[in-house]
């Protein structure tokens, strides 16, 4: 379905983690994004980023929001998926096949790369972890250089999305925005109880 020009990919969780797995294993590169409506009215005013979401092999529903644009016009959306558990879903996978996964880390980010490294070593021990603190600038950095097969960055949208689009000529097999993900498991930031979550009133929690 798309909402305001943006296409919102409507699957099942069972059917997202397949085809994630599915991505994992095919030596090509896919982009997944986590599409909440902070992502489709940044897209209108920004083409680029809305034509790499519409490239996009996997747009994740994230955020209520996007439940009540799809009941808006008499759709069912069969699954709403945030950031911070497809992160983990990921995370869970690439530590099953022992892949590399590169991460791209804001300068100016909460939580830096070190502390991130640390947190994600210390639950996914089959996973090689690589990268640093970056920018935007650093566009070029040859990611593919470290043998990594998911790159995961936390620029924040568009910037994130952006860069990730730069780098499909690596080895990358998946790559995923991922906000500010990380500061949950490095507990920096204190995400919302379950409870919250399931009713869609995590941005409440934030608020």
Same mark, same amino acid.
Request: proline share 1%.
């Given at each position: 379905?798309?909402?305001?020009?943006?296409?919102?990919?409507?699957?099942?969780?069972?059917?997202?983690?397949?085809?994630?797995?599915? #991505?994992?294993?095919?030596?090509?590169?896919?982009?997944?994004?986590?599409?909440?409506?902070?992502?489709?009215?940044? =897209?209108? /005013?920004?083409?680029?980023?809305?034509?790499?979401?519409?490239?996009?092999?996997?747009?994740v529903?994230?955020?209520?929001?996007?439940?009540?644009a799809?009941?808006?016009?008499? /759709?069912?959306?069969? *699954?709403?998926?945030?950031? =911070?558990?497809?992160?983990?879903?990921?995370?869970?996978? *690439?530590?099953?096949? /022992?892949?590399?996964?590169?991460? *791209?880390?804001? /300068?100016?980010?909460?939580?830096?790369?070190?502390?991130?490294? *640390? =947190?994600?070593?210390?639950?996914?021990?089959?996973?090689? #972890?690589?990268?640093?603190?970056?920018?935007?600038?650093?566009?070029?950095?040859a990611?593919?250089?470290?043998?990594?097969?998911?790159?995961?960055?936390?620029?924040?949208?568009?910037?994130?999305?952006?860069?990730?689009?730069?780098?499909?000529?690596?080895?990358?097999?998946?790559?995923?925005?991922?906000?500010?993900?990380?500061?949950?498991?490095?507990?920096?930031?204190?995400?919302?109880?379950?409870?919250?979550?399931? #009713?869609?009133?995590?941005?409440?929690w934030?608020?």
């Amino acid at each position: 379905m798309n909402i305001l020009g943006v296409r919102i990919d409507n699957f099942s969780k069972k059917e997202i983690l397949e085809k994630i797995g599915n #991505f994992l294993d095919e030596e090509k590169f896919h982009q997944i994004a986590t599409v909440n409506p902070e992502f489709i009215l940044q =897209a209108q /005013k920004d083409s680029e980023f809305k034509d790499i979401l519409n490239a996009a092999e996997l747009n994740v529903a994230d955020g209520i929001g996007i439940r009540f644009a799809f009941m808006r016009f008499g /759709k069912y959306l069969r *699954a709403r998926l945030a950031g =911070a558990d497809l992160l983990l879903e990921i995370l869970r996978l *690439a530590d099953e096949k /022992k892949l590399g996964v590169f991460l *791209a880390i804001g /300068k100016n980010s909460l939580s830096k790369y070190e502390e991130i490294r *640390a =947190a994600l070593s210390r639950s996914y021990g089959n996973v090689h #972890f690589f990268g640093g603190n970056m920018d935007m600038s650093d566009q070029g950095y040859a990611v593919q250089l470290a043998g990594c097969q998911v790159l995961l960055c936390n620029f924040g949208a568009p910037q994130q999305e952006k860069f990730i689009n730069s780098q499909k000529n690596g080895t990358i097999r998946l790559a995923l925005g991922v906000g500010g993900s990380f500061d949950f498991l490095t507990e920096k930031v204190k995400r919302a109880p379950k409870i919250l979550r399931r #009713f869609g009133l995590e941005w409440l929690w934030r608020l």
